[in-house]
């Protein structure tokens, strides 16, 4: 341990002078926000907004950051009195700053009792959350609440003690009309089409099923904006806490590396107060959706494609993947070619610059962002980035030949994760079974591989699986990167 030791309140004055510290007084912020899922993008994205917002108008908007998955907030934030840093890294720059907006963590893994006494308080107005992808408990292909699903069966029989995002929240506000009744907006940051409109879904459907008036009650009370989100900001390693004490001379568990890009567009519709993130760069308007399909199929689209055909080629992080001619150029020609047309006007935004600014910040060698990590959970992900744009193409008749290939790419990741094909790398996906059960029972032929995996329409939309020229175009990728040589492949389809 250095000399200067752990980041903690007592420390705050002994830093550098480099690194910036909070520039208003932390002991007068009362808890107003929570958030769930207090991970690597929280701290770098709208922890940030709020520590900026309180430096900006000071209120009281502290945030109170609730995990109610792994890891324990409580040996890291927590030790460290909700301080922790960010680094802003581009290439060779980087910018530390303390941030200061999480007043008190709470570990609600066990159980769910810690995070409903919080969400359920009068002084939370505004809950955000970045669960992931599957915390929404949706089936992709529709949005529609999964019934089904372990976690929901289990949350509909004991609704006191929920384990599901959607039970948790159904709780909550079940708490909190029966005793002050106050008003909250639910507001997701979550990389889902709609966001606010799948939450308020899934959280509707459960308390329809839970009665007692609950449904109404939230109709009347409870506001789900949809939000864009965006920075890149991958899980903390250790390099990152050694990389921090070796420049700066002190200890921070919680640090986390972003880059300098950001972007919050909230849609304008609220219930209860408001922190004015608007003040400090974040944009409230009318409609999301073209913000949201900008940057799904843009920015995630092409980390999506670069993670599988990456894994595949041998790249380890994003920016890796970026420097290889075959798979810029593949990524170029993709979001140029066919995902740029589908999208609507963005107000204020050009869609090719656009294009060439999201490119320019995968190739960003200081942030290391396994393609592993962005692979995990393709299930959840293929259809806000690649799946939509291919619909809405091939309603127009239009050709699919690129956007097919990640497409095809997420399945040999899979495929190849089983042990009929040799258990290459670990995956971690809700359908990673489904998949490898896949794998087993059809064996190599790639137009059977194809076709049984499109079938599965909790993924596939049953008419997009229809649609031949998807399966054909699947089916041709799916033999080439299974193959021995699968950039052999990308090549071969950049050269057409
Ligand atoms: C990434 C995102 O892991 C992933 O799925 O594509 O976390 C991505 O880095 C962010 O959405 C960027 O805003």
């Not at 209860?272 to 760069?281: A, S, T």
Request: charged letters at 20%; a negative charge.
């Amino acid at each position: 341990m250095s000399a200067a030791g752990r980041l903690g309140p007592a420390l705050l004055g002994r830093l550098p002078t480099e690194v910036s510290t909070p520039a208003y007084d932390r002991a007068a912020l009362k808890p107003g926000i929570a958030h769930i899922g207090v991970g690597a993008f929280h701290r770098c994205h709208q922890a940030e907004y709020t520590d900026d917002l309180l430096a900006k108008d000071f209120d009281r908007w502290g945030l109170v950051g609730i995990n109610i998955r792994p890891p324990l907030l409580a040996e890291t934030l927590g030790r460290q009195g909700g301080l922790y840093t960010r680094l802003i890294r581009q290439n060779d720059e980087v910018e530390a700053r303390v941030v200061g907006s999480i007043v008190r963590v709470v570990d609600s893994q066990e159980s769910a009792a810690p995070a409903l006494e919080v969400l359920s308080s009068p002084e939370i107005e505004m809950v955000t959350m970045t669960v992931t992808e599957k915390g929404y408990c949706h089936i992709p292909s529709n949005g529609a609440l999964d019934l089904g699903h372990p976690d929901i069966v289990h949350d509909l029989a004991n609704p006191q003690a929920p384990r599901s995002v959607p039970g948790m929240l159904a709780r909550a506000l079940e708490l909190r009309m029966a005793s002050h009744g106050r008003p909250v907006t639910l507001l997701s940051c979550d990389n889902i089409p709609a966001n606010g409109t799948i939450l308020g879904s899934v959280v509707r459907t459960f308390a329809e099923r839970r009665g007692g008036g609950l449904a109404d009650w939230i109709d009347a009370n409870v506001a789900f904006p949809s939000a864009m989100v965006d920075r890149i900001a991958p899980a903390t390693t250790e390099a990152d806490i050694d990389t921090l004490e070796g420049r700066f001379g002190y200890r921070d568990s919680a640090v986390v590396v972003g880059e300098r890009f950001r972007q919050w567009v909230i849609e304008n519709r609220f219930a209860g107060r408001v922190p004015r993130w608007d003040l400090v760069g974040a944009t409230f308007v009318d409609d999301v959706t073209p913000f949201e399909h900008l940057k799904m199929r843009v920015l995630n689209g092409a980390q999506t494609t670069l993670s599988y055909l990456g894994v595949l080629g041998g790249f380890e992080h994003t920016s890796d993947a970026m420097a290889d001619p075959v798979l810029a150029t593949f990524v170029r020609r993709m979001l140029t070619e066919e995902t740029l047309p589908t999208l609507m006007p963005v107000p204020g935004v050009s869609l090719p610059a656009y294009v060439e600014q999201s490119l320019a910040r995968l190739t960003n060698t200081a942030i290391r962002h396994r393609n592993h990590q962005i692979a995990t959970d393709g299930s959840q992900k293929i259809v806000q980035r690649l799946l939509n744009p291919i619909r809405d193409r091939l309603a127009k008749g239009e050709s699919i030949a690129l956007l097919s290939v990640p497409v095809a790419g997420w399945m040999a990741y899979l495929i190849k994760a089983s042990a009929r094909f040799g258990r290459a790398w670990r995956v971690s996906d809700p359908f990673a079974e489904k998949m490898a059960a896949i794998a087993d029972r059809v064996g190599s032929d790639s137009k059977a591989l194809a076709d049984a995996i499109l079938a599965i329409d909790a993924i596939f939309d049953p008419s997009l699986a229809a649609s031949d020229m998807f399966r054909a175009n699947v089916a041709a990728g799916l033999d080439g990167l299974l193959s021995d040589d699968p950039m052999a492949f990308v090549r071969h389809v950049c050269a057409e």
